[in-house]
């Protein structure tokens, strides 16, 4: 339980915060349209702040941490499933889009990396915005396996039902989101595929 304390608050969080205060203004400021290059950080954000915050710590026991925290997790899960599939789906193209859109501008880019220095020096674990933007896929598979060992820690006791429940919506989310991003990618290579058979046609030389 402490090792998801400790990731959820000392480096999760603080990256999403660090999307949604630091990056999404940057690129707003540049003329670029957040909505497909962050797409549902500031709601993932919104919802960690509001349903799983730093008091979620304080208990009178670990059995009483735990069933609060599990608790908290059952009520985070369906708007979870909402926004990180969304999020999933949508993760690799925004990268690409960030990227392209730094590429296009050298005012751009120098802000992103003066952003990316800033937060290297306050000590955040992931700094980069590529990196950034690949924890929230990371965490979700990382929730299932965080959420056994809690299930295991209070094994036993009262706690023990509630953390059995939460470890059941987050292999649920997990799972979903996975298939979520699968389906996206493959569509996406069924596209690609499309596209290149009709620029064959295009281009092939009369017979």
Same mark, same amino acid.
């Given at each position: 339980?402490?090792?998801?304390?400790k990731?959820?608050?000392?480096?999760?969080?603080p990256?999403?915060?660090?999307?949604?205060e630091n990056f999404?203004?940057?690129?707003?400021r540049?003329?670029e349209?957040?909505?497909?290059?962050f797409?549902?950080i500031?709601?993932i954000k919104?919802?960690?702040?509001?349903?799983?915050?730093?008091s979620?710590?304080?208990?009178a026991?670990?059995e009483e941490a735990a069933s609060n925290?599990?608790s908290?997790?059952?009520?985070w899960?369906?708007?979870a499933?909402v926004?990180? !599939?969304?999020?999933?789906? $949508?993760q690799t193209?925004?990268?690409?889009k960030q =990227?392209?859109?730094c590429a296009?501008?050298? *005012? /751009?880019?120098?802000?992103?990396?003066?952003?990316?220095?800033?937060?290297?020096?306050?000590?955040?674990?992931?700094?980069q915005l590529?990196?950034?933007?690949?924890?929230p896929f990371?965490r979700?598979l990382?929730y299932p396996?965080?959420?056994a060992?809690?299930?295991?820690?209070?094994?036993g006791?009262r706690?023990?039902e509630?953390?059995?429940?939460a470890?059941a919506a987050?292999q !649920?989310?997990?799972?979903? $989101?996975e298939e979520?991003r699968?389906r996206?990618? =493959?569509r996406g290579?069924?596209?690609?595929? *499309? /596209?290149?058979?009709?620029?064959?046609?295009?281009i092939?030389?009369?017979?």
């Open positions: 339980m402490e090792e998801l304390f990731t959820e608050f000392e480096s999760y969080q990256g999403l915060c660090a999307l949604v999404v203004p940057c690129f707003e540049h003329g349209d957040p909505s497909t290059l797409p549902n500031a709601a919104e919802l960690h702040s509001s349903l799983l915050p730093p979620l710590q304080v208990g026991s670990k925290l599990a908290a997790f059952v009520k899960a369906p708007a499933r926004f990180y !599939a969304q999020f999933c789906k $949508c193209s925004a990268v690409e =990227l392209a859109a296009a501008s050298e *005012a /751009l880019a120098t802000d992103v990396a003066v952003i990316e220095q800033d937060l290297r020096g306050r000590g955040l674990r992931v700094w590529s990196g950034l933007m690949s924890t990371q979700l990382r396996l965080l959420f060992e809690v299930a295991k820690e209070v094994q006791s706690a023990e509630p953390a059995t429940a470890l987050v !649920a989310l997990a799972r979903h $989101c979520e699968h996206e990618e =493959l290579a069924l596209v690609g595929c *499309a /596209l290149k058979r009709e620029l064959s046609k295009l092939e030389p009369p017979r």
